[in-house]
């Protein structure tokens, strides 16, 4: 997402704005290609949405411990599982490919020694397999690398338990800390809910976990009264806008009626002098 700001500007009407938009609707906008939807969020939306993720996220690990790691490493396990699949399929095959060549090579040595295969066709055949053996080599050592990756990533949650306990203070988001616990950050296109309005999710990745689900304990009564009360407000200044709106529309109904009526008592006037 790209970060736009600008300066209020209370001559025209326009206030301060600081917040990220949508880099793949700017960009293909311009070609007439709508690949993704016009959302956007502002700054201070996303850093005291990462401040709170941080902070919920902390203080559950400290607190439950236990809990928290068998939860982490069962969504690891979850998350990478199908990767990780992918990956060892990959690696079965290229093995196979791999011994085929040894025995591809051994036969070719074999007819080229008894005199069945000429010296410059053994040479060219040996060199395009040898070529493709030592491909086969470098490529399975990477997935071998990779999936060695993926077994680490579910063994890491050691490290964000000591980041969670070197920062004592979570009242405020600072640079160091957003470096330290952030890997990524998705911002949603937002949604219309019929009951409380406008809704946009946001994920947010911490280093070494991931997007971790904590744990909602049961909403209080006074939390589920204040939501009534928000649903309410908004269905009341639904209403209010809808009849403004109305209002404003008859109106212009009413002033088109009044210069149609004008126009009607000008031009018969008009016919009357002419007669």
Do not use: W
């Amino acid at each position: 997402m790209y970060n736009r700001r600008s300066r209020a500007n209370p001559e025209k009407g326009h206030r301060s704005r600081d917040c990220y938009e949508c880099s793949t609707h700017k960009l293909t906008g311009r070609y007439k290609e709508d690949k993704c939807c016009t959302h956007n969020i502002s700054t201070k939306a996303v850093r005291e949405l990462v401040l709170e993720a941080i902070r919920q996220v902390s203080k559950y690990a400290l607190e439950n411990e236990e809990a928290f790691v068998q939860q982490i490493r069962k969504e690891a396990e979850i998350q990478y599982e199908a990767a990780a699949k992918d990956l060892r399929k990959k690696i079965r095959k290229d093995q196979r490919r791999r011994d085929e060549l040894d025995v591809l090579l051994k036969r070719l040595y074999e007819s080229y020694a008894l005199g069945k295969l000429p010296e410059k066709r053994y040479e060219a055949l040996s060199a395009e397999y040898e070529q493709e053996q030592a491909a086969l080599e470098i490529s399975l050592a990477e997935d071998q690398h990779r999936l060695e990756i993926f077994l680490e990533d579910t063994t890491r949650i050691d490290q964000f338990m000591e980041l969670a306990k070197k920062y004592t203070d979570l009242s405020e988001l600072t640079t160091p800390m957003l470096n330290e616990f952030v890997d990524k950050i998705l911002v949603h296109a937002p949604v219309k809910d019929p009951k409380y309005g406008r809704m946009q999710q946001v994920d947010v990745y911490l280093n070494f976990v991931g997007c971790v689900q904590i744990p909602s304990p049961e909403p209080t009564a006074e939390e589920l009264e204040e939501l009534e009360r928000l649903a309410r407000r908004r269905e009341i200044n639904k209403r209010t806008y809808a009849r403004r709106k109305e209002r404003e529309r008859q109106k212009k109904l009413l002033a088109l009626e009044q210069a149609g009526q004008e126009g009607k008592t000008f031009l018969s006037a008009m016919n009357q002098a002419d007669g």
